[in-house]
């Protein structure tokens, strides 16, 4: 097993970097130069524009600037300078990082326990009217653009009937309360957002469960269970589920850097001040260090995403665990 | 089966919406309409929450691009004086700040302060050596000030004793003060310890010592901004508030709502749409303030691109524009139509010139003359010539813009004109202005101290040289601008700077729109919100406070 991670992590490596160097040539070749944007509308004299350029070094040729990123990096483990938020990067990622940890994983809770819940709750029902109608509502919530749903949230749940507060993650003061109110401030300011996030990918985990429980509950030994006796609730819930849930905790394992990587919206929306609305500042203001940084902080995610499914699927499944073994991973 | 998984499920819902019912139920009820209780006097204490778009880009003035930090950071860092707002007729008068007096030298050539008995937050005495060093840090080429040409004419800064210290300019000039204090005093034995090579890759925020009213007590980028009172500020009476947390929301809806639901106090750069919204819709809940910020809408026509590179015909164009309309029906009345790109409130705006009116007939009579066929009023095509065509460009993401290129495009279309209007993000629009490729497009300035009329119309200013973006070339207004700066008298400069005015007015390289009015709109718990500095809409923050209950 620890070879699998070992060989998996290195071959990560090469992606990791590739998806940096892409994103510079995006960003490289997109129209304008970002002292233009740091120096917006108003009129400035030109050696004023020159002295910026200096000293953030945009006058430094495209590739000069990205090897000198990178050597930082290797060598010193120096993710770079915002120039927009006048911070070192790795504060801002460590800032932001556990925010969107916990919007993801929130949204990753209810995206895992909404989705098999009503995955088996729809094939319990299938073909009938409960089935029929969660199919259609986990179709509409698949089919929404997450802003929309964020925003009518906000519009029904903060506003008309205001039970949550529209955006931030706590409330003005809250650092003043105690522990336990604190909690349920974060609780209060946190469940909106992550329903929204969370809601949405759970429509379609629910889905892929209730296939995997209708293929499931075809098969011969749940029919030979159902002939010992065994009743409905415990056949469907400990045997069918069990058997369907190979695929899922595969899915959970790649649903966790999509869930990362689509809280962007879901951010900016509710101004959650995570990674996702870092990103989206930084790309307007071609921050060309710390969309680098988190773009290769996701492709981590990406990797360790898979990782951590192949790893849950071998702990699960023994038939993965003697192939591998006879493989020799 | 479903029964126990139906009670599990009761109970934890049940549980759930107790927590949100105590939660909600602890909140603080809504405050009371301004109108509901009698005025009473201001109170210390409490926290005022404002709400804002934008996050503050750096806590150290000299590296801050953004206007919002400067309104923020003006309340840390003292300046020696600050403009009293009263430059309608002549240059802005200064308040005493830092400095508690200052003298003019018999030769005009120097300015010397007189320092206040005051300290820093953390006990160390203001002192002359600090207002040295922010000026060495001020023309550092290591520090990109973008307001760094305002200390071009100083020559030295010394200090003569502990708190007296005095400017030497290269000549007398009428914007010797204004130069002199612009920028926030910085602590020497804090920001002394970073060689100004490293401050552009430094993090301010860990440095909380101020001399203002307010210190940073907190910065979560995206998040949260909390200042607290400063206790050591040289004027006893102090700010009123004890903390100010600033709310930052990517989101001027969802920020509206907060404000009407009574969880902001404040908002700073309402859209006009809203402000017209709220104070026609809940004039007892909510306030909206407007305040003189010279910021103007503008198209800009490119004065080298034929046939945009007669004057005639651009004047043409203006004529065929409502701007008025456009102020009533986009700008809801808080704006004025524009006639020249400076503050019609300041000191040296141009008296007697009014703005273009609307005149499509006059517009459709240059247009003939000029070979271009026209429509009449009746609908009716006018002329055999060719139709006039041009494309009206404006960034992405800016709906009063977009809207105005809307009417401006119909309004156009009615003289026979056919305008194209396309959006363009940012920085592909900067590019392609600045290459002068483009018949016009629409933009803004926001003008910061002096309006600096030399690298807007100055032919020597042309991109990449300066921001002279429309190419306009006149070479009477080149010798006019040549004479402004020998000038030393403001009396002596009014009609050349009139002069100027008066040809650009004629020539129309810039259609002016609108010259808009700042907003901000607050909730009845804030109360004592004064704004009476123009453009700096936090300048009287200290004064504001709290109502009780």
Known sequence: MLRLVMKRLAGALPLIFGAAALVFVALETAPGDPADLLLGESPVPPEVRQRVERVYGFDRPPLERFASWTLDLFLRGDLGWSHSRSRPVRTLLSEALPATLRLAGAALLLHTVLGILLGVLSAAWRERWPDRALSLASLLLYAMPTFWLGLMSILLLSHVVPLFPASSMSSVGAEDWSILARWGDALWHLTLPALVLGAASAAGMARFVRAGMLESLGQEFIRAARARGLGSGRLLWRHALRNALLPVINLVGLSLPILVSGSLVTEVVFAWPGMGRLTYDAILAQDVSVVLASTMLAAWLVVAGNLAADLAMLAADPRIRLAARRSGA | ?549
């Open chain 2, 1 to 549: 089966m479903r029964s126990p998984l139906a009670r599990r499920c009761a109970g934890l819902t049940a549980l759930f919406v107790l927590v949100l019912v105590l939660i909600v139920g602890c909140a603080d009820p809504p405050p009371a309409a301004p109108g509901d209780e009698p005025d009473s006097l201001p109170a210390r204490g409490g926290t005022a929450v404002l709400g804002s778009i934008t996050d503050v880009d750096s806590w150290n003035e000299y590296l801050s691009r953004q206007s919002f930090a400067h309104f923020l950071l003006r309340r840390l860092y003292l300046r020696l004086a600050t403009e009293s707002g009263d430059g309608f007729d002549r240059p802005d008068r200064y308040e005493p700040m830092l400095a508690e007096s200052w003298e003019r030298s018999a030769d005009g050539r120097s300015i010397t302060f007189r320092l206040r008995q005051a300290t820093w937050s953390d006990g160390q005495p203001i002192g002359a050596g600090d207002v040295v060093f922010t000026w060495q840090a001020q023309t550092s080429e290591h520090v990109p000030w973008t307001n760094a040409a305002s200390k071009q004419r100083i020559r030295d800064v010394v200090a003569l004793d502990d708190r007296t210290v005095r400017f030497d300019f290269d000549g007398e000039y009428p914007y010797q003060l204004a130069d002199a204090v612009e920028g926030g005093i910085l602590p020497r034995h804090v920001f002394g310890r970073v060689p100004f090579e490293d401050w552009a890759t430094h993090d301010w925020s860990q440095e909380p010592v101020g001399s203002g009213p307010f210190l940073l007590e907190r910065h979560q980028p995206g998040h949260e901004i909390v200042l607290r009172r400063n206790p050591r500020y040289f004027d006893e009476t102090g700010p009123l508030l004890d903390r100010v947390v600033v709310r930052i929301v990517p989101d001027v809806v969802n920020l509206l709502a907060q404000l009407k639901a009574g969880d902001i106090d404040l908002l700073m750069g309402v859209p006009p749409r809203d402000a017209h919204r709220l104070s026609s819709a809940d004039p007892a809940t909510v306030a909206v303030v407007s305040f003189d910020t010279p910021s103007f809408e503008y198209l800009g026509w490119n004065c080298a691109r034929p046939p945009f590179d007669d004057p005639l015909l651009r004047r043409a164009m203006t004529l065929a524009i409502d701007r008025r309309a456009l102020v009533e029906d986009l700008a809801y009345d808080y704006a004025d139509v524009g006639v020249v790109p400076v503050p019609s409130r300041w000191w040296g705006a141009a008296e007697g010139l009014e703005p273009w009116p609307y005149d499509p007939e006059q517009a459709r009579r240059i247009l003939r003359e000029r070979g271009f066929a026209t429509v009449g009023a009746d609908g009716r095509s006018q002329g055999d010539g060719p139709v006039l065509e041009l494309t009206l460009l404006t960034n992405a993401g800016n709906q009063l813009r977009q809207d105005s290129l809307v009417k401006i495009q119909e309004q156009l279309s009615r003289i026979g004109v056919k305008a194209h209007v396309r959006s363009l993000e940012q920085r592909a629009l900067i590019q392609q202005a600045s290459r002068g490729d483009f018949d016009v497009y629409l933009g803004g300035w926001s003008f910061v101290g002096q309006v600096p009329l030399d690298t807007l119309f100055g032919s020597d200013h042309v991109p990449p040289a300066g921001s002279n973006v429309v190419r306009y070339v006149n070479a009477q207004v080149d010798a006019d601008l040549a004479r402004l700066r020998q000038v030393d008298d403001w009396q002596e400069m009014k009609p050349l700077l009139d002069e100027i005015q008066r040809r650009i007015h004629e020539d129309q390289p810039y259609t002016l729109l609108f010259e808009r009015d700042g907003l901000v709109a607050h909730g009845p718990r804030l109360r004592g919100v004064t704004i009476d500095v123009p453009a700096d809409p936090l300048a009287r923050l200290e004064r504001f406070w709290i109502a009780r209950g």
